[in-house]
């Protein structure tokens, strides 16, 4: 199984100040339902994130309430508008008290 | 004897009226608990309309402003790409607060929510969800002045992704 929380962050290379740009954000991560059963009838016990706050800045501009209907390794693709060199801050939460996150530092030109 | 009928089919009658408040009045009574149980069936699906209700008081929800992208048909019920954009806007006084995102046909049909703020810059968000079978994505946006704009749109869902 790969690494649960590793983070993939994809955005566009150069910025220009005041730019509204889409950020696309991976994460792996099982999303078990706790719906499923193992061959020999064991229910595997609910494992998903709920919870993924994005900040930039000292701002926290976009918070996620998430359920087991996201799909497994959720991607997402949010906007933000770049009008200030600070750092962008991904953090996910998952129900086992699993914490990933990831930064990385908008420039705007 | 028969006065005691009467007052049964009357408190049945005040119990589907008032639901949990006339419970009280069987219990003491002491009835036929053929006639409570119905009430008490297995734990029911919620349906959607039920949760659009719940969480929104039965407010309106205008059907405008808001575009959801989904494939057709889904290949895969576990992978099911969706696109929420709408052109309200997004200015400090006024702007998309929450992006709720539901798939009618899961059994729990909340699948997500997403709040934004004016520094998101465009009231856009895209995400894979899992959909049980063939149903109506929808979505429900709130703005920060109150409002309610929704979407609704099939996806045709060839393989369930809900596990089971």
Redo the contacts between chains.
Sequence with gaps: MPAVGRIKIRMPHTISRGQ?V?VDVLVTHPME?G???TKDGKVIPAYFINGVDIF?GG??????????????N????????ADKAAPLRIVYKDNKGGVYQETVQINPR | MEQKGKDLALSRRAFLKTGGAACAMFLVAGSLPSLVKPAFGAPKEESITDVLRRQFGGKQVSQSHVDIKAPIIAENG????I?IVSDLPMRSDDYVKRINVY?EG???P?????????????A????????RKTANVRVVLETSKGKLYGAARSVKVTIG????
């Design positions: 509204v889409p339902t719906l499923r059963k930039y701002d926290r501009i976009t918070h996620c309430d998430w359920t087991i209907a996201v799909s497994a959720p991607f997402m693709t949010f906007y933000l508008k | 576990a992978v099911v790409p696109t798939a899961n059994a729990e909340f699948v997500a929510g997403i709040d934004l703020t004016p520094a998101n810059g465009k856009e968000f895209a995400l894979r969800i899992k959909m992704g809900c596990g089971g």
